[in-house]
Nanobody
Framework: QVQLVESGGGLVQAGGSLRLSCAASGLTFSGYAMGWFRQAPGADREFVAGIVWSGTRKDYADSVKGRFTISRDNAKNTVYLQMKNLNPEDTAVYYC??????????????????WGQGTQVTVSS
């Protein structure tokens, strides 16, 4: 079965950095676009970043543009989210998601086919 497993979350001070990883199995990873979403307590799940199968096209939410970088390594079946200059508003559970269309970057969570279990990111002020 398809599994997406996130790692790399944790507690960091404002201004710090974290790198999240999402390891995929059970699917042809290079055939999927991938996305990162996050959900803060009491809030809806929101789009953070997306990347097409080849890594040649990316999309970012305005709130993270210039601070976060999404990348992928198809040989390792892994997608990454490098987060810099974190602030308390970035505190959330971060989820990776797979879209079965290789160019299917979408900001709509319902359009993704597979989800990981999430990893907590907490940014202290």
């Amino acid at each position: 079965q398809v599994q997406l497993v996130e790692s790399g979350g944790g507690l960091v001070q404002a201004g710090g950095s974290l790198r999240l990883s999402c390891a995929a199995s059970g699917l042809t990873f290079s055939g999927y676009a991938m996305g990162w979403f996050r959900q803060a307590p009491g809030a809806d799940r929101e789009f953070v970043a997306g990347i097409v199968w080849s890594g040649t096209r990316k999309d970012y939410a305005d709130s993270v543009k210039g601070r976060f970088t999404i990348s992928r390594d198809n040989a390792k079946n892994t997608v990454y989210l490098q987060m810099k200059n974190l602030n308390p508003e970035d505190t959330a559970v971060y989820y990776c998601a797979g879209h079965r269309h290789p160019y299917g970057i979408s900001r709509v969570s319902g359009e993704y086919d597979y989800w990981g279990q999430g990893t907590q990111v907490t940014v202290s002020s």
